[in-house]
């Protein structure tokens, strides 16, 4: 990543196209859970909590930022060389963050799940009884991710992008509160201050989600892999009429009205 970012910036190449007297940018797209202990009030799944979130969500951002590089956790996963180049100096120009869901942490877990391990004593899981979740088993947790937005902007001070955000939902049930619930947190982010470049739902299309395959729906127009149709759904009607309802709006000073605070 560092030889990468400085080898753009230093590049000499004329660039051409529309954007091209706009300044080189150059960020990453980094996955975050909001971690929390399954048990509140156990020592053990505390500690794991703090140590998950550590390594997974914030080992890259304290990287970028010229901070020690600490990619691992203590008598789990072996650490890294660390990168003396990277030290003491930001290497990106924006955040982008790609966020979905929870994550409850839990020391020695009572079962075996597809989220553990026996030769592991964690348990992760991404949803607890009764919470509205998607296809996939994740929570509907929009405040987590106001939540890790103000953590992004105390931590790292860059502009940020919403490069991922949506639900697996085959029937496009809950889509809609999905979508309006997480643009209202971030109305509410930038109504604090935190500069949000944009935001990007995944996904347009239904598409393969890597080991999950074709069977997640993330799409906003529903994909018939036969014909390769596309139809679309009600929540992408309620995606262009937020659109359409904000045109013009200053993002960076939204009223209190702004998607219905």
């Given at each position: 990543h560092v030889?990468?970012?400085d080898l753009i910036h230093s590049s000499t190449v004329e660039r051409t196209g529309p954007f091209a007297s706009h300044p080189l940018s150059v960020?990453?797209?980094?996955n975050m859970i909001d971690f929390m202990p399954e048990r509140p009030l156990h020592p053990m799944d505390t500690l794991l909590a703090v140590l998950v979130n550590r390594f997974y969500n914030w080992a890259w951002v304290d990287a970028i930022r010229g901070k020690s590089q600490r990619f691992g956790v203590p008598f789990l996963i072996p650490?890294?060389?660390?990168v003396p180049e990277a030290l003491n100096r930001v290497t990106a120009d924006y955040m982008g963050l790609n966020y979905y869901t929870k994550g409850y942490?839990?020391?020695r877990p009572p079962t075996v799940t597809a989220n553990t391990s026996a030769d592991v004593p964690i348990g992760l899981t991404f949803a607890k009884r009764k919470e509205p979740m998607s296809?996939?088993?994740w929570a509907i947790h929009p405040k987590g991710m106001r939540k890790l937005l103000r953590k992004l902007h105390s931590r790292l001070g860059l502009p940020i992008y919403i490069t991922e955000n949506g639900i697996a939902d085959g029937e496009d049930l809950l889509r809609g509160v999905y979508l309006f619930t997480h643009l209202q947190e971030i109305a509410r982010a930038l109504s604090e201050g935190i500069e949000i470049l944009g935001y990007y739902h995944w996904s347009l299309l239904d598409n393969f989600e890597w080991i999950k395959g074709f069977k997640p729906r993330f799409g906003l127009l529903r994909v018939d892999y036969d014909t390769m149709a596309r139809q679309k759904t009600g929540s992408a009607d309620l995606y262009a009429k937020i659109i359409r309802s904000h045109a013009g709006v200053d993002l960076q000073r939204p009223s209190?009205?702004?998607f219905g605070i």
């Open positions: 030889r990468a970012y960020g990453i797209a980094h650490g890294a060389p660390q942490l839990r020391f296809d996939l088993g209190p009205e702004y």
